[in-house]
């Protein structure tokens, strides 16, 4: 089993940064594929960004590449997300997912162990 716990979430102008932090439990994580999805007002829920195990390879959506970067640090138990010139249509509840089998990451049944999700609100 394994807990998730997203921060970093908060309000903030167009153009601005923000870094999430996804803090997990348990003695497996370094094992798990994680990745970050976002469900925005009367969206669906949709991926944003995977990393492998290891840390060597990452997958972005289309909407984010080049301006958010995935992060891991298994010594910590941690994934970031580093959120760059935000967007108004980035504004949305981002959760944190962890997936064991580590061979899928862009659809959310993908994954097994969800966080509560912390609120990004990015103002025009």
């Known amino acids: 089993q394994v807990q998730l716990v997203e921060s970093g979430g908060g309000l903030v102008q167009a153009g601005g940064s923000l870094r999430l932090s996804c803090a997990a439990s348990?003695?497996?994580?370094?094992?798990?594929?994680m990745g970050w999805f976002r469900q925005g007002p009367g969206k669906e829920r949709e991926f944003v960004a995977a990393v492998s195990w290891s840390g060597v390879n990452t997958y972005y959506a289309d909407s984010v590449k080049g301006r958010f970067t995935i992060s891991r640090d298994n010594a910590k138990n941690t994934v970031y997300l580093q959120m760059n010139s935000l967007k108004p249509e980035d504004t949305a509840v981002y959760y944190c997912?962890?997936?064991?089998?580590?061979?899928?990451?862009?659809?959310?049944?993908?994954?097994?162990?969800w966080g509560q999700g912390t609120q990004v609100t990015v103002s025009s």
């Open positions: 997912a962890a997936d064991p089998s580590g061979s899928y990451y862009r659809e959310s049944y993908d994954y097994d162990y």
């Open positions: 348990g003695h497996t994580f370094s094992r798990y594929l």
